[in-house]
């Protein structure tokens, strides 16, 4: 009996001390229709550690997949469906050691070939228009738990999209999620906890918005019911905190630098990051500070780094500043700029686009003396769905997915030097995407059909964890080479002289992160590419 009882009290205890918590199935599921498939979406469940998503035909249920989503996504693109057809899907959480039921089924219908995305083209249903970022995004109705969020209706919006993130000195939240309201309520705040919202319009034809810009609250500690805020960045009690400006670097030695920049309206503190950057050793510093300066040392004599600031006002954090790179003294001089000196921060050129597919392109241009960094942007061009890349390489190449078969684009590139200088960016450089894969140019001239055909390829399981085979359709007497790219366009894994008759490749993926990535195939003078999906 003492040890019935005994027992009996440790599981109380368990459970009234939350050791054993609920793990809730997720809540909110929706789907959306775009240009790439189709976006399946649900809210996030407190101390869920990943989620298990199945997705099934609605006709005599046979199951598409069913893989296992990272906890920090919530929505997930499904692609290869048949066009005009019945699915459904549904999701379960997995908490730590238990699961939770599956959810119910949710039926959505996939667009029709050729016809307009976003559930049959709404009012912005062409190829054409713009879809607006939302105005007047406000927080009300605040709580120690909850919080409603409202902005105002976009013309040609079919739904929202919604971020909801922590901010400083608060536990981890996010949450994410879809609707076709312009108010919604987020619940699982902590008291007092700090927080930042934003919202995107998602139109027709795969059309998004930008993001708003952050709107910052505070969860209250005791109220039934609080005020209003937002109306902009800020939050809190209105207001912008600006972005520090004129972020600069001097007093270069072989191991330390001054970091310093602006004074910015309002700012109480400045939260200062820096970095390690490419073939140095690993960096990281992160110090808050009233001031508008400060020495920073440790580092490697030659070693390359980025810093970038952001400000802390009464009513929330700035977006951070773009990064400065900076290198350190090899030999131990002072002087300002990461050691280039005043040499120019010239612009890069020879532009050039090959290895064109469907879906990808491969972008690059010549070395500039002094460079640390080159800034790479995309986008989309006339009647083309709306696509936007930018991202920052060491590299002079860089492989842009996600593409669009016979869309047009541009991109253009600039150089980033020590010390914060920049070039001005080159001239847009205009390129298309191949419509068919078994003819994809080689160059940016335009796409030629007298290649010999690259056998089509496929690569299994899909998703993966650790291992996945290639595997051609017709051995070939030619020599291949293969490789693998993650969504940042940087190339992972790199396959050369393969040969052809073999017919197929085996490669481990253990070592990648889970993520989205691309497997490039090429014999030299035709590419394909085919996605790949690793979970973990």
């Given amino acids: 009996m003492t040890r019935f009882l005994t027992t009996t009290l440790f599981f109380f205890l368990l459970a009234t001390s939350g050791i054993l918590a609920n793990c809730n199935a997720p809540t909110g599921l929706q789907s959306l229709n775009n240009s790439d498939g189709v976006l399946l979406s649900w809210n996030a469940v407190p101390g869920a ?9 609605a006709n005599n249920n046979p199951q598409v997949y069913e893989i296992e989503i990272p906890v920090n996504a919530t929505s997930y693109l499904v692609t290869n469906l048949n066009a005009n057809a019945s699915y459904k899907f549904k999701v379960r959480t997995k908490c730590n050691g238990e699961k939770s039921n599956w ?3 949710i039926s959505f219908q996939t667009a029709s070939a050729g016809g307009g995305t976003g559930g049959g083209g709404g009012n912005n249903g062409g190829t054409g228009g713009t879809c607006a970022i939302p105005e007047g995004l406000t927080v009300s109705n605040i709580t120690d738990g909850a919080a409603t969020l409202s902005w105002t209706a976009v013309t040609g919006a079919q739904q929202y999209e919604v971020e909801v993130e922590d901010n400083e000195n608060t536990a981890p939240f996010a949450f994410n999620t879809l609707t076709n309201e312009t108010t919604i309520t987020v619940t699982g705040l902590a008291a007092n906890g700090q927080y930042q919202v934003k919202v995107k319009s998602k139109c027709g034809s795969g059309l998004s918005s930008e993001y708003s810009a952050w709107v910052f609250f505070n969860a209250s500690a005791s109220t039934s019911g609080g005020g209003t805020t937002g109306g902009g960045t800020g939050g809190g009690t209105g207001g912008a905190c600006d972005i520090p400006t004129n972020l600069t670097v001097s007093n270069l030695t072989s191991n330390s630098a001054i970091l310093s920049w602006s004074p910015a309206a309002g700012a109480l503190q400045y ?41 802390k006002c009464a009513n929330g954090s700035s977006e951070y500043a773009a990064w400065i790179f900076f290198n350190a003294s090899a030999t131990g001089g002072g002087g300002t700029g990461g050691g280039v000196g005043t040499n120019a921060c010239t612009t890069p050129v020879n532009l050039e686009v090959s290895e064109i597919t469907t879906t990808s392109v491969k972008l690059t241009w010549s070395p500039v003396a002094g460079a640390l960094r080159y800034e790479v942007e995309v986008e989309d061009d006339e009647n083309t769905p709306a696509f936007s890349f930018n991202a920052l390489t060491g590299n002079t190449a860089v492989l842009i997915i996600g593409l669009t078969p016979g869309g047009k684009y541009q991109f253009k590139v600039k150089t980033k030097c020590g010390g914060g200088q920049s070039s001005e960016y080159s001239a847009w450089t205009l390129f298309s995407t191949a419509l068919q894969l078994t003819a994809p140019a080689t160059g940016s001239a335009g796409l030629g059909v007298d290649h010999p055909a690259l056998p089509a390829f496929q690569v299994y ?29 940087r190339q992972m894994m790199r396959y050369n002289n393969i040969d052809g008759a073999q017919g197929k490749i085996d490669l481990s993926v253990s070592n990648l992160d889970a993520g989205l990535y691309v497997v490039v195939m090429s014999n030299g003078k035709v590419t394909q590419s085919r996605q790949l999906l690793i979970v973990k």
């Fill in 103 to 105: 959810t119910d089924y």
């Fill in 49 to 57: 550690i990943s989620y298990w998503l199945k997705v099934e035909n």
């Fill in 461 to 489: 399981p899909n998703p993966a964890a650790s291992a996945v085979a290639v595997q051609w359709g017709e051995p070939t007497t030619e020599m291949l080479s293969l490789s693998v790219v993650n969504a940042q366009g």
């Fill in 271 to 311: 939260e200062v990051e820096v970095e390690d950057d490419e073939n140095t050793p690993l960096f990281s510093f992160n110090a808050i500070t009233t001031d508008t300066t400060i020495a920073v040392i440790g580092l490697a004599a030659g070693g390359n780094y980025q810093f970038k600031v952001k400000s």
